[in-house]
């Protein structure tokens, strides 16, 4: 996998270092002496390379002239992410039938900035981590623990064992977000844009919740929503 860009490339680099495999650098890089010295100090290889090479490793796309090949993102066990979600008092979103990596991407990035939350996703019908999703995690990758189950539904049923209520997004028909008492500890369920979340799923849900919106007809893409949502939630977990 290759992360691209200033701001992924530091992250990576100062929070998990081991997982990085090389890192290419266009020559006479403003940041080649922070990027050197770090390389050094966790015995990072790195090869200054003129423009046109880079442009290549990175397929034309803007890497603000630094290309990272790094290890395979690395998916936590739903078991360990669950307990680790009680322990540190998280709340978990999980995403139903998500298909666009942009939007999972700026969904990362978004549950980077809030902090507090974990994330599940399924193995089906849903889009992975890919180096796409990274791109626009903008490092967010980093600092957001992900899961990946076989069933969401019986992940989410697991959840509500473990005392977590499920509070699901709905386009109409649900208690408006900015009036409703969300309860703790919560897990958010965010289906696709297209379908929503499934009926089998929302059926187990403990409270329905809409985004009201000034104009009708519109509606917010999934990235969207989902940020404020999990910002509503952090919102009022801290009073």
């Not at 929070?15 to 015995?43: F, T």
């Not at 290549?56 to 066990?77: D, H, P, T």
Request: net charge positive.
């Amino acid at each position: 996998m290759k992360i691209y860009g200033k701001n992924p490339v530091f992250e990576r680099i100062k929070s998990n270092p081991k997982s990085i495999k090389k890192i290419y650098m266009q020559y006479a890089h403003e940041d080649a002496g922070y990027v050197l010295k770090k390389a050094k100090k966790w015995g990072i290889p790195v090869y200054q390379v003129p423009k046109s090479k880079l442009q290549k490793l990175s397929r034309s796309i803007n890497a603000q002239g630094i290309v990272m090949e790094v290890e395979g993102f690395e998916y936590c066990a739903w078991a360990d992410l669950l307990q680790v979600a009680k322990k540190k008092k998280l709340s978990l979103l999980f995403l139903d039938g998500l298909n666009d990596p942009q939007n999972l991407g700026a969904i990362i990035r978004s549950l980077a900035c809030l902090g507090g939350f974990a994330l599940v996703l399924p193995t089906h019908n849903s889009v992975d981590v890919t180096e796409t999703v990274v791109r626009v995690a903008c490092g967010g990758d980093n600092y957001v623990k992900i899961a990946k189950v076989s069933n969401l539904s019986q992940a989410i049923a697991k959840a509500k064992q473990e005392g977590f209520w499920i509070a699901g997004s709905i386009v109409k028909g649900g208690q408006d977000i900015y009036q409703a008492k969300l309860p703790f500890p919560l897990a958010f369920v965010v289906g696709s844009e297209q379908k929503g979340i499934r009926e089998s799923i929302r059926k187990q849900l403990d409270v329905a919740v809409t985004i009201p919106m000034a104009q009708a007809r519109l509606s917010m893409n999934a990235a969207h929503a989902t940020a404020l949502l999990c910002y509503e939630a952090n919102k009022q977990k801290q009073k």
